[in-house]
Nanobody, 125 residues
Framework: VQLQASGGGPVQPGGSLTLSCAVS????????MAWFRQPAGMEREFVAH????????AYADSVKGRFTISRDNAKNTMYLQMNGLRSEDTAVYHC???????????????????WGQGTLVTVSS
């Protein structure tokens, strides 16, 4: 299974970006998915999660109300719409997937077996 994240780049504070994560190499597309991010020199942190079937979502408090996670199962692609970007959102954003993630563990990176290579988002004026 391969995950390909894209859509990162430079953006000014208050701006918007949409990240995409395409999943390939698996005959079974049923996977719970998430976005994590890692600022330079810091630990990887949870951003958002979406279930395959119910499309239930969860967000980190720091992005709630600004970011929206979604998915198109027909296209095997997950998205992260980011609005109202701040300098503290600067990070490498990684997408992750797993056939099944226990709800109570959805914010933990160790719950996901498949990872993309990351796309850099830089928020700066």
């Amino acid at each position: 299974v391969q995950l390909q994240a894209s859509g990162g780049g430079p953006v000014q504070p208050g701006g918007s970006l949409t990240l995409s994560c395409a999943v390939s190499g698996s005959a079974d597309s049923r996977k719970d998915m998430a976005w994590f991010r890692q600022p330079a020199g810091m630990e990887r942190e949870f951003v958002a999660h979406i279930k395959w079937a119910s499309r239930n979502t969860a967000y980190a408090d720091s992005v709630k109300g600004r970011f929206t996670i979604s998915r198109d199962n027909a296209k095997n692609t997950m998205y992260l719409q980011m609005n109202g970007l701040r300098s503290e959102d600067t990070a490498v954003y990684h997408c992750a997937a797993d056939p099944y993630v226990i709800t109570s563990q959805r914010r933990s990176a160790s719950s996901y077996v498949y990872w993309g290579q990351g796309t850099l988002v830089t928020v700066s004026s």
